[in-house]
């Protein structure tokens, strides 16, 4: 089974940019779509963006679009979420998931295998 382990959130101001990063261990995740979700508090999870395992076939919730932008590099085994131009209602733990099968796309229903443990990104305003 793939281990997911996010990183690279923090506390920044409105307007900041942060760079999440995924990195899985246990298997090669570059059969494996990945998707980027986020919890805020009081919400319920939501997919934020997602790839195909060349980087294309990318989703990005309204939200995001335009802002975020979600890339891999196979050979390091990691997933990135650039998060761009961001805003206080970004404010949430945010994890990196990968489904139960190879060539899986990741939708908000799609059966997920794999949870990493959350980083949190906080925007202050």
């Known amino acids: 089974q793939v281990q997911l382990v996010e990183s690279g959130g923090g506390l920044v101001q409105a307007g900041a940019s942060l760079r999440l990063s995924c990195a899985a261990s246990g298997r090669t995740i570059s059969n494996y779509h990945i998707g980027w979700f986020r919890q805020a508090p009081g919400k319920e999870r939501e997919l934020v963006a997602s790839c195909g395992t060349g980087g294309s076939n990318t989703y990005y919730a309204d939200s995001v679009k335009g802002r975020f932008t979600i890339s891999r590099d196979n050979a390091k085994n990691t997933v990135y979420l650039q998060m761009n131009s961001l805003k206080p209602e970004d404010t949430a733990v945010y994890y990196c998931?990968?489904?139960?099968?190879?060539?899986?796309?990741?939708?908000?229903?799609?059966?997920?295998?794999?949870w990493g443990q959350g980083t949190q990104v906080t925007v202050s305003s």
């Open positions: 998931a990968a489904p139960r099968t190879l060539y899986t796309r990741v939708t908000a229903t799609t059966p997920i295998a794999s």
